[in-house]
C-alpha cells in the first residue's frame, strides 16, 4: 500500500498500479493516459472550482446524448480529436491521402436498400435535384464490386431526418450495392451547410472561443466488404468559406468532390432549373470489413 506523501508522490503512485495492468495495449494506453492528464493538470494549475465544473460538463454531456444526439461525439470533432483519429490510422498512417473521415453523429444501421441509381427521397423535400456518382476502387485503382454502401446526408434546410419531424423516416439515407463498375449513383436534392446543435456543451464551447457552429454541405458515406477496412467518409459538396473553416475540422483535399451546376434540362427529369452532379472517387484499403458503433439509433 502506498501512502501518498506530497503532490509529487502521487502520479508515480498511480502509475505503479497502471504498470500491473495485464492487457499490454490497455497497460500502455493507461500509463500514457495518467503521464499527460496529471502533466496536464499541473501545466494549467487547475483549481478545485474548475474540476467540480469539468465533472459537472462531463455529467452534462452524459445527460445530453441519447439515441437522437450524440454529445460526446460533436465535443470530439469540434476539438480536431475526431480528424487526428482518422488522419493517424489511414493513408499509410497519415503518410498519404486518404478518403477516409468522420463519421459524424448521425448514422444509422439499416438504411432501406436502394436500387443503384434511385432516388434517397422518401418525402417531399424542396431543393435542386442533385446527381451523385460515386467510385469505390481497391489501392491498385480497380473497381470494387459487391461493396455495400450507405449514403445519407443533411435536407436543405440543414437537417437530418432524425431532427426533423416533417421529413419521412430514413429520408436521404439508402444503402446501394456496386455493380462490376464499382460506382453508386443516387438522385437526391443537393444539401447546404448547417450549424452543430448550440444548445449544448458543445454549443457553449463555441461561444465561449468565438467560433462559429458551421459545416460546410456533405454527403455521408459507409462501405464496406470483406476484404478492405470499412470506408467512412464526408464528400463535401460546398464552396463556401465554411470548407476553411469547419467547425468539426473536417476538410482535406482528398474530401472535396467534384460539384458542377447545370442549367440544361436534366436527361431524366426534363426542365427543372438548375441541378447538380456530384462525383467522386473513394478508394477502400485492405483490412477488416467491421461496422463503427451507430451513435444514434
Known amino acids: 500500500m502506498t501512502i501518498i506523501a506530497n503532490e509529487a508522490a502521487v502520479t508515480p503512485a498511480v502509475l505503479k ?5 495485464t492487457d499490454p495495449r490497455l497497460r500502455e494506453i493507461m500509463i500514457s493516459l495518467v503521464t499527460h492528464l496529471h502533466g496536464f493538470i499541473r501545466e494549467v494549475g487547475l483549481t478545485e472550482e474548475e474540476f467540480q465544473q469539468a465533472t459537472k460538463i462531463l455529467n452534462t454531456m452524459g445527460q445530453q446524448t441519447d439515441e437522437r444526439h450524440n454529445e460526446f461525439v460533436l465535443m470530439a470533432g469540434s ?3 475526431s480528424t487526428l483519429v482518422c488522419l493517424l490510422n489511414n493513408g499509410d498512417h497519415g503518410a498519404t491521402e486518404t478518403t477516409q473521415s468522420l463519421l459524424g453523429p448521425f448514422w444509422r444501421m439499416n438504411q ?3 436500387e443503384n441509381g434511385g432516388s ?3 418525402s417531399p423535400t424542396p431543393g435542386p435535384r442533385l446527381d451523385g ?3 469505390f476502387v481497391d489501392q491498385q485503382g480497380q473497381p470494387i464490386e459487391g461493396l455495400e454502401v450507405d449514403i445519407w446526408h443533411a435536407s436543405p434546410v440543414g437537417l437530418y431526418e432524425n431532427q426533423d419531424e416533417s421529413q419521412a423516416e430514413y429520408n436521404l439515407r439508402g444503402k446501394f450495392l456496386t455493380g462490376p463498375d464499382g460506382v453508386v449513383r443516387f438522385s437526391s436534392v443537393k444539401p447546404i451547410g448547417y450549424p452543430i446543435p448550440t444548445d449544448t456543451t458543445v454549443g457553449k464551447l463555441l461561444d465561449a472561443q468565438n467560433r462559429h457552429p458551421y459545416r460546410p454541405a456533405h454527403i ?5 466488404k470483406p476484404g478492405f477496412k470499412t470506408l467512412i467518409n464526408q464528400t463535401y459538396v460546398d464552396e463556401t468559406e465554411t470548407l476553411t473553416s469547419d467547425v468539426q475540422f473536417g476538410v482535406t483535399a482528398a474530401l472535396i468532390g467534384k460539384l458542377d451546376k447545370h442549367s ?5 427529369a426534363g426542365d427543372i432549373g438548375e441541378w447538380y452532379s456530384l462525383e467522386h472517387r473513394l478508394t477502400l484499403e485492405p483490412g477488416a470489413s467491421r461496422l463503427p458503433i451507430p451513435p444514434i439509433k
Do not use: Y
Not at 498500479?17 to 495492468?21: L, P, Q, S
Open 17 to 21: 498500479v497502471m504498470e500491473e495492468t
Open 264 to 268: 440544361e434540362p436534366h436527361p431524366a
Open 120 to 122: 434517397i427521397l422518401r
Open 79 to 81: 476539438l480536431g480529436v
Open 133 to 135: 456518382h460515386f467510385t
Open 220 to 224: 455521408h458515406v459507409l462501405a464496406h
Open 112 to 114: 432501406p436498400l436502394t
